[in-house]
């Protein structure tokens, strides 16, 4: 694989839209960052998908199409498909990631059998026991983002498994997020640290016990207002619960828009308000919009993959290209292996016999 262009499987049969949104979104790319140094490898119905190229010469210059035959529905279940998957698009665009052919693979598709099917084919990382759904969320004043994991794909979360998720998430905190010494914390049900289950409660035991070897500021546990609140910038929790703060963040955002719109539309003084504060509307929208954050990655894997929402249209998944090239760039990886062996030791102690 060329170090000089990035290549990227694209899946494009998955998710509701399909090929329009995924074509309309590399071509959204293309155009907005210029062509040259990313090409990409298109897996699906060939004939389908040479009928749409011809609507994006842009597209279609730096293109290679992946005839795949099948495709895995939205109401596939993992336990069905993973026997059958092989001529699927979206296990044909995992397999090139294996390969080496693609450096990373992005799909809108089935959450539960992408996640299945790429750890499967690419393994996790040494030292990693499951990988996480992460992304940023908005958080704060400006500009500012957390980083929240898991988003969904653990829904049962042991001690062992939400200590590698902080050493997931405080590595791309610093590389992604350009956060030194990211401030890391445990989402509960409070601060205090005699609130929530025994497995949250023996991991900040163990967590606090070794604060000063820890390459992150651990903060105890953290509340969900402290999300939005810019308090925190990396926040460990289970899939579930991750999962749930995500709707929750992504249907605030379209609370708050569509407020904002009815509420300007009731009055002409309203209407001429609105006329001179564009440019912080602007910044509004950008902040909240799920489509700035559409792309995440199951982070903890050997290669890269990459996950759309199901509802992606064009600019969601142009994001979430360039989201997958600035990953792939990094030395993510390698530096996560690095610091899980480094935090081997504060690891060992969670299973650790205690006194009695």
Known sequence: M???????????????????AVLGGMNQYLYQNGEG????RLFGDEKKLRKL?????????????????????GTDKVMDVLR?????????????????????????GNTGILMSLSKLALKTIDGISRPAITTMLPSGAGD???????????????????FDFAVLGSVYAEVVGKMPRPKLGILNIGSEETKGNDVLIHLNKVLTANKDKLPYEYLGFVEASDISAGRVQ????????????????????????????ENFKKSILAMIGAFFLVHVFKRLKHKIDPRSYAGATFLGLRGFAFKTHGNSDALAFANSIKYAVDLTTANLNGLIAERARALADVRSQINAPTAE
Do not use: W
């Open 2 to 20: 060329s170090e000089e262009k990035k290549i990227i499987a694209i899946d494009a049969m998955g998710g509701d839209k399909g090929p329009n």
């Open 37 to 40: 140094h990313v090409s990409f």
């Open 53 to 73: 190229l011809a609507k994006y010469p842009r597209v279609s210059r730096n293109v290679e199409v992946v005839h795949a035959p099948n495709v895995i529905k």
């Open 84 to 108: 059958h998957a092989q001529d699927t698009s979206m296990y044909m665009a995992i397999k090139d990631v294996r390969e080496g052919k693609s450096a990373a693979i992005i799909s809108a």
């Open 144 to 162: 500012s983002r957390v980083v929240v994991l898991d988003l969904g794909a653990n829904v049962h979360c042991d001690e062992t498994i939400l």
């Open 234 to 261: 990396v926040v460990v929790t289970d899939g579930f619960t991750g999962n749930i703060v995500l709707k929750t963040v992504e249907g605030t955002a379209k609370l708050i828009k569509r407020v904002v719109v």
